[in-house]
Nanobody, 121 residues
Framework: QVQLVESGGGLVQAGGSLRLSCAPSRSLLRINNMGWYRQAPGSGKQRELVSTITSTGRTNYADSVKGRFTISRDNAKNTVYLQMNSLQAEDTAVYYC?????????????WGQGTQVTVSS
C-alpha cells in the first residue's frame, strides 16, 4: 500500500515561513493533481482546500493564502511542496497532502497522514 509521507511542519512565529514536502513511499505513475488541504483545531472544523497543482503546472489557491503560499511539484521525484510565507495564527492546522492518480475512467485519491503547523502570535 502506497503512503504519502509529509514533512516540514512545526512551530513558527507569526510572520515566519515553513516549507512542506510530500512524497509517496514508492513511485507512482499517472499522478494528476497534487494538493494540500488543512484542518484547523476545534470541533466542527472541516478539512479545507489550501492549494492544488495540475500535472501541467496550473495552480489554484484558497483566497486566504493567495500571495503568501506557493505550491510546486517535481514530477521526477513525485513530490509536491508548499512554501508558506507570512504565516498567521489562522494558518494553524494539520496539513494534508493529496495525490489524485489514474486515467480517464478511474482515479484514486491518496492522502498523507497530516503534519502539524502551529503559528504563534
Amino acid at each position: 500500500q502506497v503512503q504519502l509521507v509529509e514533512s516540514g511542519g512545526g512551530l513558527v512565529q507569526a510572520g515566519g515561513s515553513l516549507r512542506l514536502s510530500c512524497a509517496p513511499s514508492r513511485s507512482l505513475l499517472r499522478i494528476n493533481n497534487m494538493g494540500w488541504y488543512r484542518q484547523a483545531p476545534g470541533s466542527g472544523k472541516q478539512r479545507e482546500l489550501v492549494s492544488t497543482i495540475t500535472s501541467t503546472g496550473r495552480t489554484n489557491y484558497a483566497d486566504s493564502v493567495k500571495g503568501r503560499f506557493t505550491i510546486s511539484r517535481d514530477n521526477a521525484k513525485n513530490t509536491v511542496y508548499l512554501q508558506m510565507n507570512s504565516l498567521q495564527a489562522e494558518d494553524t492546522a494539520v496539513y494534508y497532502c493529496n495525490f489524485n492518480v489514474g486515467g480517464t475512467f478511474t482515479t484514486y485519491d491518496y492522502w498523507g497522514q497530516g503534519t502539524q503547523v502551529t503559528v504563534s502570535s
